[in-house]
């Protein structure tokens, strides 16, 4: 298991911009694409990003292009999120997982390819 610690959620009004960060053990990044999710009260887990442990390529789910950008800081084991432009319809709790691929598949991850969650940090969007 790999400890994924995740930070930077809060609240935030419609338009506003936050940045989430997904800390990680030293070297998880060269081993582990790193994807964020979310999850809404009452609805299914989402993929929302995911950033390739190889060459550090994006992913996007369609409802985030444009507004949200994932990146990595490998000297620091860290994976960003930032999002900007926030919708009414962005409010989850967002979890970083480790995905046992070099390459993202996109952000419909299956299950079996997901290795490690964090925590978790609750984003709220409200004027």
């Known amino acids: 298991q790999v400890q994924l610690v995740e930070s930077g959620g809060g609240l935030v009004q419609p338009g506003g911009s936050l940045r989430l960060s997904c800390a990680a053990p030293?070297?998880?990044?060269?081993?582990?694409?790193i994807a964020w999710f979310r999850q809404a009260p009452g609805k299914e887990r989402e993929g929302v990003s995911c950033i390739s442990s190889s060459d550090g390529s994006p992913h996007y789910a369609d409802f985030v292009k444009g507004r949200f950008t994932i990146s990595r800081d490998i000297a620091k084991s860290t994976v960003y999120l930032q999002m900007n432009s926030l919708k009414p319809e962005d409010p989850a709790v967002y979890y970083c997982a480790t995905v046992f691929l070099d390459s993202c598949p996109g952000t419909t991850i299956a299950t079996a390819l997901i290795g490690s969650w964090g925590q978790g940090t609750q984003v709220t969007v409200s004027s």
């Open positions: 030293e070297f998880t990044l060269n081993h582990y694409s």
